[in-house]
């Protein structure tokens, strides 16, 4: 009878469990350049990317905290912006707000034709700092390489795509 009870009191614990929704990691935002323009207060990254190969498909750029943990895992990004790409002169811009100043890392993918895979051989992506990357590292330095600190104003950087 206490073995039933207690099998009963487990099951309604797992039930519990999987009846609250998983907390989401990160947040798709839009592209608003406001949060990075003269009057911003931040924290937040304006991020110049450059080198778009073609002026097709979507580009996504995500944040990540600066951890070994959260660094390109699935689903530990901050804030996503995902939009169509339309380069001027090769490059566009970007304003990821961050939620303090601190140390972060960004990524960037362009997806040429817009199905939302990764086709190695046609897509370009890039990182933070940019480090170098290859195929011996599948294209995804270390956070080490890719760090950088926001403060607590509007921090620029840029990010040159890379293309196999």
Not at 120 to 137: A, C, E, V
Not at 142 to 151: L, N, P, Q, R, W
Request: aromatic share 8%.
């Amino acid at each position: 009878m206490v073995m039933l009870k207690v099998a009963m009191g487990f099951m309604s614990a797992v039930a519990l469990v999987a009846s609250v929704p998983a907390m989401a990691h990160g947040q798709e935002i839009p592209n608003d350049m406001d949060r990075c323009g003269p009057q911003a207060k931040g924290p937040a990254v304006l991020v110049d990317v450059r080198g778009f190969a073609a002026a097709t498909g979507k580009v996504r750029i995500q944040s990540y905290p600066a951890t070994r943990a959260a660094w390109l895992a699935k689903g530990e990004w901050l804030n996503r912006i995902e939009t169509s790409v339309r380069p001027t002169d090769g490059a566009m811009r970007f304003c990821m707000p961050v939620p303090q100043p601190g140390r972060y890392g960004i990524a960037v993918r362009h997806d040429r034709d817009g199905n939302g895979k990764t086709d190695i051989s046609r897509d370009g992506g890039g990182f933070s700092n940019n480090p170098s990357i290859s195929i011996f590292n599948l294209g995804k330095p270390g956070v080490e390489k890719a760090a950088f600190y926001a403060g607590p104003g509007v921090t620029k950087i840029t990010i040159n795509l890379k293309y196999m």
